[in-house]
């Protein structure tokens, strides 16, 4: 179905692509559907929709829906698709949801509560979500995309403001599924600033430039374990003292293992580092893993005698834009202990490799904070120092802890590998491991290597 409202300054009002009332369209067998709605109108005549459905219903037992609308006109109240009352429903399949355009508010729910539910996946790539009340619900057996639609476009998740796209904490609230995905390979800078409480959902937050966490995001509810994935091709920093928390109040709600992946294209040059100040990162037992590059960063492994055997994979690597020439800068807490378990900390960072100043350390853990774990967790840390053009510029070390201590209380293994930078005509403290003030500590069985 493909309709076009009247594209005529004439037009006052309800020009739409396609207006469903209540009817019904509907594949009985594995018939995919297609409907593509452009809103009419001039200048500034309003509620113009790429499509409306009102008490409609569009449904498919084993197809997928796939619903493409856009508003061209600059009146109010336009939105690409627009649902009341209304069923959107691919049984066993897809629900593709897309606003081309750059005007109106995207995609809304009015009205009575409307539902769009897939067996597989939802996809939104648009534009916008209307401000208003979302009276709908989202349920997808498998995933929930949310994308804008225009290359690099900026996406906010929950109270921010200023990006291309947001998916407020309303429109979090009326979403259900297994697992979430927030932005994609060609989506901007990412702003989380949200405290939604996904439960044991999974959920990742992809972008091609800077993910920034603004707000601490708390798992209430769950008893399982959820994974929680930020790849950013650039940097990954908190703001605001933002963190990530499995222990609300002290009581548990599950574990989340927690990946940040900086650097995710693998780009030598630009490169992208991690950096947390004034946070905490709380799991519940569940794992902790910093680096970056194209794939999950793994850690050293030693042989008896302490040989590294099988050399860490994915760094994060430190750039001119955060500040620190750090690949990993950590200011903030790692807390992997839990009751009965703890989860393993990986940590891997190289150092900028700077025309102008020293203090590139690969990995950097530096204030009075703690990076721990108990029970059978693991810590394992390794940094490779930058280097440094001008002569006689200091500290690319490897690994550099200044008064933090880092803590396992389990019988899990602490490993910590360091290779100091350079500069050329001689530098100071480019060392593998530095040590100053702080420390590392164990307070059960396991090994320090």
Request: aromatic share 6%; glycine share 20%; charged share 5%.
């Amino acid at each position: 179905m493909n309709g076009q409202g009247w594209s005529n300054s004439a037009c006052s009002v309800n020009c739409h692509g396609i207006l469903l009332s209540g009817a019904s369209v509907t594949t009985i067998n594995s018939g995919n559907i297609w409907i593509n709605g452009l809103g009419g109108g001039i200048g500034t005549t309003n509620y113009d929709h790429g499509m409306q459905f009102s008490g409609a219903t569009v449904s498919t037992q084993n197809g997928d829906i796939n619903l493409t609308g856009k508003v061209t006109d600059g009146g109010t109240g336009a939105n690409a698709i627009s649902l009341g009352n209304a069923t959107v429903q691919a049984v066993s399949g897809n629900v593709n949801l897309t606003d081309t355009g750059t005007l109106g508010t995207g995609i809304e729910g009015f009205g009575t509560a409307s539902a769009v539910t897939a067996g597989n996946n939802i996809t939104y790539t648009g534009f916008a979500f209307s401000a208003g009340t979302h009276l709908w619900t989202w349920t997808a057996g498998n995933t929930i995309t949310v994308k804008p639609y225009a290359p690099n476009g900026t996406l906010g998740i929950g109270s921010t403001s200023g990006q291309t796209m947001v998916a407020s904490d309303t429109v979090l609230a009326q979403m259900s599924a297994p697992n979430f995905v927030f932005g994609s390979a060609t989506t901007g800078n990412q702003t989380i600033a949200t405290g939604h409480d996904f439960g044991n959902s999974n959920v990742t937050f992809l972008s091609d430039g800077n993910i920034t966490l603004a707000g601490t995001l708390t798992k209430n509810s769950g008893t399982g374990t959820a994974n929680y994935i930020f790849e950013a091709y650039g940097d990954i920093t908190n703001s605001n003292s933002a963190g990530i928390t499995a222990v609300p109040s002290g009581v548990p709600h599950g574990a989340i293992n927690v990946t940040l992946q900086s650097n995710f294209d693998g780009e030598t040059v630009n490169g992208g580092a991690v950096n947390l100040a004034g946070g905490t990162i709380a799991t519940n037992g569940g794992n902790i893993t910093i680096g970056g590059g194209t794939t999950t960063p793994t850690g050293s492994v030693l042989d008896a005698n302490g040989n590294i055997t099988t050399a860490a994979t994915g760094y994060a690597q430190g750039d001119a834009t955060t500040g620190s020439g750090a690949g990993v800068l950590i200011n903030d807490t790692l807390d992997a202990t839990g009751t009965g378990v703890g989860g393993n900390i990986i940590i891997n960072g190289k150092g900028y490799n700077s025309s102008t100043s020293g203090g590139n350390s690969g990995v950097a853990i530096s204030g009075v904070v703690t990076v721990k774990t108990s029970n059978a967790g693991t810590i394992n840390i390794n940094g490779i120092g930058g280097t440094s053009t001008l002569s006689f510029v200091s500290s690319n070390s490897g690994v550099y802890v200044n008064a933090a201590t880092i803590s396992n209380s389990g019988s899990g293994a602490t490993i910590v590998t360091g290779i100091g930078g350079a500069a050329p005509g001689g530098s100071n403290n480019d060392m593998g491991i530095y040590v100053h003030n702080g420390g590392f500590k164990t307070t059960g069985s396991g090994a320090l290597w």
